[in-house]
């Protein structure tokens, strides 16, 4: 029987778009139904504005009014209202860091809220900043003398303290060097295997996303065309927007067939607008 963590039931979101004259409703999410099983790493991609920070800001709390039903099947009793079992990071969290505050003082606030003994705080920190590939030495730098890359893997280090059940990571490949995301690689395989952690992991990047994924999940205006395991959705695609993300990722597609699908896309929105 499969354990779900996270069960998505018809899942709908509209709002007003950027048009300041004239607003006009737009149909964001559209009736989405998915279970995540716990355990497991889930790669979700797609183009840009297909929905994907919509629905991981939805899962978090951070959307409210929407249609449909979320169900969460906690395995510990999470009664500390500053901590939440579910934590998501954001593509650009690492811009929130206090500029003028001490590493080390945000660390220790997040043990605080998250009432964990500091009896072990200096090697769990150590270890963190380990296996993200930061220096040690950075916690007594202040948020201001970081770069943006090592900001947000000290975001992704403060949200490791607080050991979620549902880790959510947009985009955490973008502002990084070629080793840091080695790094972060093997951090997400690590937390998922010591912690049990099911992640879901947004990212453009479906190459780097099979190198670690459980399963795929293929987002396309607003829907879900297409998951399966990552084997699946590499060696025998279905639909045809998937064939081509991994072909344009490969770089074997000519100039006729990416001209030729962006002219679909744009009918489909056209239809649907």
Known sequence: ????ILQLDNISFAAKDNNLLQPKIKSILKDISFSF????????????GSGKTTLAKLITGVIKDYSGKVTFNYKNNWNNVLSSPVQMLFQNDGYLINPERKIKDIFNETYRIRNKSKKNYSNEIENLFSALGLDH???SNKGSQLSGGEQQRIALARILIIEPELLI????????DIEAKSSLIKLILNTNKQMDTTIICIS???FTLRVFSDEIIIF???KIIESGTTNQIFDNPQIKHTKFLLRA??????K????SHFNDEQNKRNKNS
């Open 256 to 259: 006729e067939e990416i001209i």
């Open 137 to 139: 030495k950075l916690l």
């Open 204 to 206: 453009h990047d479906i």
């Open 220 to 222: 396309s205006d607003g």
């Open 1 to 4: 029987m499969k354990n779900i």
């Open 169 to 176: 990571l947009d985009e955490p490949f973008s502002s990084q």
């Open 37 to 48: 099983e716990r355990g497991k790493i889930y790669g979700l991609t797609g183009e840009s």
């Open 249 to 254: 990722q490969s770089l074997t597609l000519s």
